[in-house]
């Protein structure tokens, strides 16, 4: 080959390479893109989306990315480069959420989910739409509306195994309903090879989770919401007093040993195993311990009050939602598919097939016991998407690092509140 | 012509100028900017804050700390890692039975993942009371007393970490130390063994002096790689724990995903690069000066 034709050769292959770099993805033109990061529920999806192509004509592509970080770190880059898909899910704080609304990625589906007598919107329970709602004036500064359509729901509570509780010298159909009777429990456990409690307080946000609700029900909602607001201080006796409940905790032997570093995963498979007597985890880990140990059995219950002055409010309501790109062609197409996914048929389908608690309340009775018991909590749970303000997430880092601190006995509740509002105030002052 | 020429040797170099252009110099140019703004990382709009992201670096007690508990580890793996690497690889450099079984088993934790490192490692000494299998052997032994909860023990828990790390990573070392070793030439030793030279004269004075340059290729991939170390730690004891096992890049993770600070984890990004171009400078120094001493 002579070096001229070699030289040509060369020059078009690059010149390919740039013309077919600077494309946009392949897109098939008649199907609509779902991204999503739930693993188990791929299979289901697939199925339900067969059923759809046979109603309707048109394909539904779903397509995984997983784990959930690298799904959230996808959906960002996409936003970037305005490649999101036609439907896809927002994952991390309400600050995140806000940021995809106020940057165009997200249509606002208020319009369908009122048109009507608003049959689209009042088929879900209201704290799973509620998350993915922007009221009037909220603090994000992003404009009113609904952005979301919940595909499921979740609360996060206490189980408990009945055997152990019962091996232990009480009554399995009348679990602890005070924290006194959890820190009897630990008592109990000394000497014993059994854990007490385990959870994924290794990954900090359910240390948050458990902490948020004792401070629901020592000091109430106002007063929480007060202190995200900068109003209360953290060095509060009732912060002090929430901060502190984990010292006991962990001086009774009701927490398993080692659990600051303890990933839910190991949590799971401790409680499944029948290792522990309680957890705290949500409503999906009906679908988890069912694979690892069908014979399981236990009971669901709120964490026991300390405070009958207010009541014990959980963590709960959407446990994924779905949004539709504003920008994307097939938009209409992208909301009637969501339409017909939350429709009752189709949410009984995923309930069974997954095991999540369905967001459509029009079908909670043809679920399964197990999951149905996780349904009493949603009356009592809230969500730190619909409190309308944020934590500043390196004071939530703080708190929750402070926690674990006091659980190994390193620091006391007092410290870890001064330097809790420490960080509190550096934060308020750079907002100033 | 030779214009042509000059165009034609371009044309070739284009595609290696374009690629190096597009994935590493552009994003750094990027990262750098980035570094001077306060941005979410979805929006469009950046709020330039010129050096303030710096600045609170500087104050970051955070970031100090998960600055010097790299360094804890680092330096374990500068010494307990390199230098069990090092002599592995003399052990392996001389006749021995089964040496290439040696060097098959050596070199599997280094392929391993760090996700199914730190399972395999969490499985063997978790906290559950009874399941650590390290603690039975111990108690079994009748060294109940050195029994410990490695991972959530604030004391040791860093420690752990580090020996973990060491146990991946060592395979690399001795693998580079092996190849070293083999290019020096045998008559070397022949000379010095003539010369009435005995093992240890032999090992300061020709095998040492010729590894420097081997020594310090892998102190410094040595520190790159340990510095960068996170994946290890999130399998191993699930995060920061308590500020512990904070690591920088867990930090620069943090601010990116848990605060959506994109500017400020470009910050620590830079400052992160910097400090890591640093250490390499400076060990590069040394070893010329260990060369021409």
Redesign the interface.
Known sequence: MS?GVF?KI??LV?LAFVILGCGGPAENKNAITVWHWMTDREPAFQELAKRYEAKTGIRVSFELYAPS?AY?RKV?AA??GSTLPDIFGIL??K??FA??V??G?VLDLTPYMEAGDGSLKNRFFNNALAVNIFNKDNSYGAKPGIYGVPLDVMTIQMVYNKKLLKDLGSNPDKPPVNFQELLDIGKKLKGK?T?GFVS?W???WMIDCFANNYAFNIMGKDKVLATIRGEVPYTDPDWIQVLDLFRQLAESGFL????????NK?AEQ?FANE?AVFAFNGSWCVNVYKGMNPDLNYGVILPPKVSDKYPMTIWGGAGSSLMVNANSKKKEDAVKFLDWLTAKEQQAYLAEATNNLPANKECLKDIPQALANFTKGMDSSTHPFVWGVSEF??VI?ALD??I??II?G?KTAEAVAREVQKIKARELSKRK | MKVKSILENYVFVLPAVTIITIFYIIPFIWVFQLGFFEWDGITSTKIFVGLANFKEILTDGNWWQSLWNASYITLIALTFQNILAFLLALACDREIRLKNFYRVIFFIPPVLSEVVVGMIWRFVINDIDGANLINRALIGMGLGNLAHHWLSDPKIALTTVAIVHCWKGFGWGFLIFLAGLQTIPSQLYEAARVDGANAWHSFKNITLPLMIPVIVLVAILTVLGTMQIFVLIISLVGGEFAGHTSVPVLRILASMRGSSRFGYACAQSITFGLILVVISFIQYRFSKKARQA
Do not use: N
Not at chain 1, 256 to 263: E, L, N, P
């Open positions: 070096r030289f060369l020059s690059s970080d959230s960002r936003a970037q991390g704080e600050s995140d940021s995809f106020k940057a990625h090879d854990q994924g290794g990954e900090l398993a040993s080692g659990i600051v570093t303890m990933v190991t401790l290792k997430p390196a880092d690092k402070g674990q601190s190994i390193e």
